[in-house]
């Protein structure tokens, strides 16, 4: 077999691999099932718990899509707004990197204080631990535009909004992608600790009961199913950068 | 005689006030439709000389006046092109050409209806630089030298009537570099624009230029001023005359001047 096909095949032999290894881990050192159950097992809580996880999962990617959509929304406007500006970029980097550290955990009780439990607390708690990122690094985008680049623009007359429209925001879209990679995981963090604490739904409220029951392997097989969604959403995420910004990483393959 | 590009005692600082001048007292005029060459040791203030002339630099001390106007603000009139060919990698050559036009007027409020007219006419200015059928690769699939000649065409596309070309043959092989001599010269002849390149070739100085400048070290003024009487149009061959070679023994000598007195 060439190498690229095994390029191809890797990350699934990788992914089977883990899971013999941990099957047969756990059947060797005899592992309770209660500690960590092996995989056969939480396949059995997959397939016999399988209606609630759908319909839980399926809550939780809406208030993670809900999140992350404001997100987006906002980590865009605010990031174009800071990146335009030395003036604001300089007055709210120390508000940025002083609300970016609050750990978000700690904002769930007073969300649950506003707006009571519900699906309010968690696509809130989605919306501000997957929003930083997008800002800081739209505003990076635009503030680290090359003298260079906006002499050529500037030499022809240009306004500052040209220079921000044809220079500035495709300039930063990968810098935006890369931030939506980090955000979507993070909003899916998000979603789930809001689920946990403060929602009567969603996967996050599922592991919450399992583990009151001492249902390990449910507990296991919500965990699984969040990486299986994770895995997809980034996939996304994936798909339509390389759609927009395919010139970032081609030119620099081409510099290599 | 009123000057098209005028610099009267022009003192200028990097970094907002302090530290040593880039240019002191650095004055020149360049008439309506002359072709203007520069030279100077590397660190003069060429490179500066051509910002403050286009307005993309506020002098500390001094006037700037092109066109009779005392420049404020970036001027719109000039094409430059810049030491390095600065292409934006998200667009495709073609692309990049027509950038200039998306911005300055007239053209910006035409190019969406004639598209196909400015298309056509980047193509052209494409296949005189050599670069034919290119429009549609990215800046990253050419080499640095194909760049440095989109680059050239990218500032002429929108016929400015000031063209200020610093070092733009720099990266290239002589024999394009040639090529390009006669494009410029070629243009600067159909045209009549007013063109002032930064060059360290005093060759090409010699043969391209009315009027070469010499500038001394930084700071960076104008030291000696050599008028090229050779009849235009010029022919390539001019280059390996007695006559050429003597102005360029010349201007060799008031460069090593320039440098010694450093
Ligand atoms: N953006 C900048 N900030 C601070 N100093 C600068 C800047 N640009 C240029 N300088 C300084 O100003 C002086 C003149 O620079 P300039 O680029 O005009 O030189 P040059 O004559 O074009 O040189 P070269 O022939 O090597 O291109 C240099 O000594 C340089 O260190
Ligand atoms: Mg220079």
Redesign the pocket.
């Known amino acids: 077999m060439t190498r690229a096909s095994w390029l191809k095949l890797a990350p699934y032999l990788f992914t089977i691999g883990f899971f013999l290894l941990w099957e047969a881990a756990c059947r060797v050192f005899a592992i309770s099932a209660f500690i960590l159950p092996p995989p056969s097992a939480i396949w059995a809580a997959l397939v016999q718990y399988q209606k609630p996880l759908y319909t839980n999962a399926f809550h939780t990617l809406w208030m993670t899509s809900a999140g992350f959509g404001l997100a987006i929304l906002f980590g865009l406007a605010l990031g174009l707004l800071v990146g335009s500006s030395r003036l604001i970029y300089a007055g709210l980097n120390p508000l940025l990197v002083g609300f970016n550290s609050i750990p978000k955990v700690a904002v769930v009780p007073i969300l649950v204080i506003w707006f009571g439990v519900g699906w309010l607390p968690p696509v809130l708690t989605a919306f501000v631990i997957s929003f930083f990122p997008i800002v800081v690094n739209v505003a990076t985008g635009l503030a680290t535009i090359e003298?260079e680049t906006e002499d050529v623009l500037k030499a022809l007359g240009a306004s500052r909004f040209d220079i921000m429209t044809k220079v500035g925001i495709p300039r930063s879209l990968p810098y935006f992608f890369g931030a939506l990679k980090v955000s979507i995981t993070l909003a899916y963090v998000g979603s789930v600790i809001g689920e946990q604490n403060a929602s009567n739904l969603g996967i996050g409220n599922l592991i919450t009961r399992a583990s009151a029951d001492f249902n390990v392997p449910l507990i296991f097989a919500a965990l699984i199913v969040l990486a299986v969604l994770g895995v997809f959403l980034v996939a996304i995420v994936d798909i339509v950068e390389a759609r927009m910004t395919g010139w970032a990483k081609r030119s620099q393959l081409g510099n290599a | 005689m009123s000057a098209f590009v005028e610099l009267h005692d022009v003192t200028h600082v990097?970094?907002g006030g302090e530290g040593p001048p880039?240019?002191a007292g650095l004055s020149l005029g360049i008439g309506e439709g002359e072709f203007a060459a520069i030279v100077?040791p590397?660190?003069?203030?060429?490179?500066?000389?051509m910002k403050l002339a286009t307005g993309l630099q506020r002098p500390k001390a001094g006037t700037v006046i092109v066109a009779g106007r005392e420049v404020t603000e970036p001027i719109k009139i000039t094409g430059m092109a810049f030491?390095n060919p600065v292409m934006l990698p998200w667009r495709t050559t073609l692309q990049n050409l027509l950038l200039p036009l998306e911005i300055v007027q007239p053209h910006r409020a035409r190019l969406r209806a004639n598209r196909a007219e400015y298309v056509e006419r980047a193509e052209m200015l494409l296949e005189t630089v050599g670069l034919k059928g290119m429009g549609s690769k990215y800046p990253w699939q050419l080499s640095g030298g194909m760049q440095q000649r989109a680059s050239l065409c990218r500032s002429l596309i929108h016929e400015p009537k000031l063209l200020m070309l610093?070092?733009p043959f720099g990266a290239l092989d002589a024999f394009t570099r040639e090529e390009l001599w006669c494009v410029i010269r070629d243009l600067h002849a159909a045209r009549g624009v007013t063109v002032i390149l930064?060059t360290?070739d005093l060759r090409e100085a010699v043969f391209l230029a009315d009027r070469v400048f010499c500038?001394s070290a930084?700071p960076?003024r104008i030291i000696a001023e050599r008028r090229v009487d050779f009849a235009r149009p010029r022919d390539l061959d001019l280059t390996y005359t007695p006559e050429f070679a003597a102005v360029v023994q010349e201007l060799r000598g008031q460069i090593r001047e320039a440098r010694v007195a450093a």
């Open positions: 003298p | 990097y970094g880039a240019v100077g590397s660190g003069c203030g060429k490179s500066t000389l030491q610093d070092e930064v360290h500038m930084r960076g």
